[in-house]
Structures are given as C-alpha cells and as structure tokens.
C-alpha cells in the first residue's frame, strides 16, 4: 500500500529527524529503533525487509552527515576507523553466512548480557579530564606500529587530550562481531562499536562516538546495496528520511561537541540498558 | 598597484598571482586528509538531499503522489533526462548509497599519496571487502 502525503511527512520525517539526531550524538546510526518503528508502528508497518532497506539507508545517512563535521573537527580517530573497518566489513560477510547455523535465542540473550554489562560498566565508570588522559602503558605491537592513539580538542573544557589505545586486538574481534551483527539485522552496530572503543580499547567518550560515526556508513553501504538491487528500497520513504536525518545531524552534531562527555555516556548507557532488555526479551519470548 | 588600466602588465601579473595563491589553497584542502574526507562526505550527502529535493519538488507539482518503483541503476539515465521524479529520487538514494565507499577511495588514494604502505594495505583491504559485499549481493 502506498503511503500518504500524512504519513510520509509526519511520522517518517519526524522519526528521521530524531534518528539523525541522536544517531549523532551517541555514535549509532539509529537503526535499532528505525526497524522495529517502521514496523510496528500503526499507519506504517512496513515489511520487514523494507524496514531494514530504510533503516540502513538512514544510518549511511546519519553517518556521511555527523561523520563529515566530526572529522573536519579532528574529533574521529581516522586510523583506528580504518583499522576496525577490516573488522566490520569481513564480519558483515562472513556473518551472513555463519549466523544461519547459530540459533538465533542463543545469540539474543548472549549478545543481550554483553550489553547489559557494557551498560553497567559505562554508568559506573568516571570519565573526567584525568581519566580522558589516561595513562596507558607503554605502547607498542599493534599499536604503535599502526598509529592508533591520538589526541583531540573538546570544547567542553577548551582542553586538548592526548589518549593511548589499549587491546587493539579484542576490539578488533569486538567488531568484527558488531560487523556480523549488523549485516543481519539491518543496523549499523554503534552500539556495540562504540562500547569497544570506550570500555575495551580505552578511547574518549567523543572520539569512540565520532569514530563510530564514521564506521558505519561503510558497514551499511555494503548491505544497503544489496537491499537497493533487490528492490527493497522505496525512494520516496528513502528520500524522507534522508532528509529528515539531514536535518538531525545538523543539530546533532552541534551537541554532541558541547555536551558533557559523562552526560553522553550516561545517555548512552541507558541505550544500551533498552537494547539489552530488547534483546533478552526477545530471545526468551516475551517479545515475538 | 596604480591604476590597472594604465600598467596592463602589472594587472596580469596580480592576477598571475592571484590564480596561483588560489590554486596553492586548494591543493592545500585537498591534500589535507582530514578536509578531503569531510568534503567527499559533506559533498555526497549535500548532493543526494538536493537531488532528493528536486524530485520531490516535481513529483508535488504534478501532483502524482509520492510512491514509486526503485529502478535499476542502468536504466537510470532516461528517465532521468526527462527528469522524471522517481528517477531522481533514485539517483538521490545511489548518490547517498555510494558516498562511504567514495570515502575510502579517498582515504586509499590518501594513503597513497602519502606512501603509508601499512594503510594503503589496510584500506584496500576495507575496499575489497566492500567489493565482495556488493557482488555477493548482486548474486
């Protein structure tokens, strides 16, 4: 059924707008809540495979748009960006082919526990000037070979920090899962990237959101193409939302460089707290 | 500088120098990796929204509603000549589509520049992994 001029404006404008807004913000693309709002919601409930086909062309969006300011600013760690995109894009193929013989309960809870306790990690963990500078050991392998650590400019305090990555080989692995993950459920996985960088690899708030950013425009390229030839993309929903997500990243973008670090992982954390409890319920059935 | 219309040799001079002041920024933007992935994808996004306006724009003056058959991307020009407004709205969808990818041919051709043989391995990497995606998707 084609959609109307109502729904097209209102309800997919306006949920674009908000995508972009905190996908910008938090480092997603919005794609965890774009699916299951396009589908469940009442006026729209698209297909499932059309959702996922919109969903990803959001999160391209989201991510050229904040990712285009956050790295004229310095504020995206293009190194470690690049490095983990090996990650993203060999786990995005390989996971549409290994996923199939995992069953998917499994996978939902396991994956709900992590983030859970990637949530309660983030509440709990301080992140004022001197943890932003952390002090690391002394580099070497990996990442002193590959320059991965770096320093950035925050407006919040007008400071600029110096950081050192830390285990640049579990959050590889960590993306490489995020990559497989994201394939199959039409998201970006920032919510996963992001956590990686943070938690695991030792990288500032802003920088894992803004090198997020950047990532997963390229981990959804690849899937949104392949939605695109099979025809799953309406252009017309696709046109809405990319503007609409254009818009949320303008103001997006602005927030974010102003916002407090611990006010973004504090909204972050709660993000991730939702998606946990998304994730577990539906792999123990509540949810279907 | 006296008046131009009395040193004519003196006026080609300035802008001798003008264009070559200019095209020293610009080779300075571009060479600035930072600045080229920020415009490639500032760029893609800026042009796929205008597209997009474009044909919604037309699709509302003539007033034949908004839904539409994506199209393939060969048989895009046609119909784009004749600016019809799901062929725009297509474009606009393959413009944005395509910008990430552009992205990392900037950052190989970058790293290139730069004789960074460890990134230029490593991008193209990224690269060839995207490739492998779009043909098992086509498949």
Known sequence: MPLGLFELVVLILGAAFLAGLAGSVLGIGGGIFL???????????????????????????TSSGAA?????????????????????????????????????????????????YASVY???????????????????????????????????????????????????????????????LGVGGGFIKVPAMNVLMRVPMKVAVATSNFMIGVTAA????????????????????????????????RLLVRAPARAVRFAFAALLVAVAVAFIGSGVGWVH | MGPLRERPRDALEFARRRVQALRKAVVAEVADINRGISHVLRGGVLVSVGVLLAGLTIAALEGSGFSFEVLEPGQL???LL??????????????????????????????????????????????????????????
């Open chain 2, 77 to 79: 020009l046609g119909p």
């Open chain 1, 122 to 184: 983030m509440i709990r963990t301080r992140e004022g000037a001197r943890e932003r500078a952390a002090i690391a050991p002394e580099e070497g392998g990996i990442v002193e070979r590959l320059r991965l650590s770096g320093f950035y400019f925050d407006p919040e305090d007008q400071a600029v920090y110096r950081y050192r990555v830390v285990r640049p080989a579990a959050g590889f692995g960590v993306s490489a899962l995020a990559g497989g993950i994201s394939g199959l």
């Open chain 1, 222 to 253: 690849a899937s949104a193409f392949i939605y695109y030839s099979r025809g799953f993309v309406d252009p017309s929903v696709a046109a809405m939302v990319i503007v609409g997500v254009f818009l949320g990243t303008s103001f997006g973008t």
């Open chain 2, 82 to 139: 004749r600016l019809q407004p799901a062929a725009l709205l297509s474009l606009g969808v393959l413009i944005l589509i395509l910008t990430p990818v552009a992205r990392v041919a900037l950052s190989l051709l970058s790293f290139l520049r730069e004789r960074d043989r460890r990134y230029v391995e490593i991008t193209t990497i990224v690269l060839l992994n995207l490739l492998v995606g779009f043909l098992l998707g086509i498949a």
């Open chain 1, 68 to 116: 285009s300011v956050y790295v004229r600013d310095r504020l995206t760690n293009l190194r470690l960006g690049i490095f983990l995109e090996v990650a993203t894009t060999f786990g995005a193929i390989v996971g549409a082919f290994v996923v199939v013989f995992v069953p998917s309960q499994v996978l939902e809870v396991a994956f709900g526990l992590v983030v859970l």
């Open chain 1, 35 to 61: 699916v299951p709002y396009l589908t469940l919601m009442p006026f729209l409930r698209l297909p499932l495979q059309e959702a996922i086909a919109t969903s990803l062309i959001a999160v391209i969006a």
